[in-house]
């Protein structure tokens, strides 16, 4: 018994004086998560003088004692003023630009559905009103979708709009455009619009994929070029996945469908800045 406990105290001592890896340097080793190398890429490449100058006007200052504010949180407070939000997102977009990332000639759409809880256990016992349904392929969701037009060359969004999810995609094309476009790229729900697309940008050729029917089949050529448009096309992803992903807009946060537009937004502006980072910190 005697025994057993001088090895408890001498294991207890030893416990005591042993080092913590912080105070042993471990920390300088540590190898940096991805998300640790993406916030410091983000914060060497946004203009934060810049966009300090346009928000500081409208921070509250409060006087006296009391608890500092925090931000504006859109589920709680109002929606942000429209000219105030469209400053701040014209100065994040314009910052690539001066940059050397100009918007070509080429435009891609498309739009992607962004899924908000159907469920009714609130304090209304109803759904948000402003969300609808659809279905894609065999699968029903409910929530808002997410237009947007982006640079064919530079992959940056330079449009955007937001709608009830069962809005069909090319109800909102002509939003989506610029007007200088050459070429116009887009998936099989974009097909037949080519009225549509000359009416806003006349000198834009129709790259949009053909679309098949039950009656009848694409051909061989036909899909040989879908494929080669598609190429081209698949650029517009990548601001879906970092919008989605990195930025974790794959569900809506807030009722109704403004305030999930200025959130929305926001975060395709700053991933314009991830898209542009490589070309921003040379």
């Not at 042993?24 to 100058?53: C, N, T």
């Not at 899924?115 to 609130?122: A, C």
């Not at 955007?160 to 939003?175: F, G, I, K, R």
């Not at 610029?178 to 099989?188: C, I, M, Y």
Request: glycine fraction near 8%.
């Amino acid at each position: 018994m005697l025994v057993h406990s001088r090895q408890l105290h001498n294991q207890e001592q030893g416990l005591m004086r042993q080092d913590s890896f912080s105070e042993g340097g471990f920390e300088k080793y540590r190898e940096k998560a991805r998300k640790e190398q993406f916030l410091e890429g983000m914060d060497s490449v946004i203009p934060w003088k810049e966009l300090i100058e346009v928000i500081e006007p409208f921070y509250p200052k409060p006087k006296g004692a009391g608890r500092r504010p925090t931000g504006i949180d859109l589920g709680r407070g109002p929606v942000p003023d429209e000219t105030t939000i469209c400053k701040f997102l014209h100065l994040v977009n314009q910052y690539p630009q001066e940059n050397g990332m100009k918007v070509s000639r080429g435009t891609i759409v498309d739009a992607s559905i962004i899924s908000t809880p159907s469920s009714t256990k609130n304090k209304k016992k109803a759904r948000d009103p402003e969300m609808r349904q659809t279905r894609k392929g065999n699968q029903w969701y409910f929530g808002m979708k997410a237009h947007i037009g982006v640079d064919s060359r530079t992959k940056l969004i330079h449009s955007m709009v937001t709608t009830s999810a069962n809005v069909h995609d090319y109800q909102v094309l002509p939003d989506l455009l610029h007007g200088e476009e050459t070429p116009v790229w887009g998936d099989a729900a974009y097909s037949g619009q080519r009225q549509a697309i000359t009416d806003y940008a006349p000198r834009a050729r129709d790259f949009t994929q053909a679309k098949g029917s039950h009656n009848r089949k694409l051909t061989e050529a036909e899909l040989a070029r879908n494929r080669n448009k598609s190429r081209v096309r698949a650029k517009v992803e990548h601001q879906f996945g970092i919008i989605k992903r990195q930025f974790g807009f794959s569900k809506v946060r807030y009722r109704g469908l403004d305030k999930n537009a200025h959130r929305l937004f926001l975060a395709c502006a700053l991933s314009n800045l991830v898209i542009a980072n490589e070309t921003l910190l040379k």
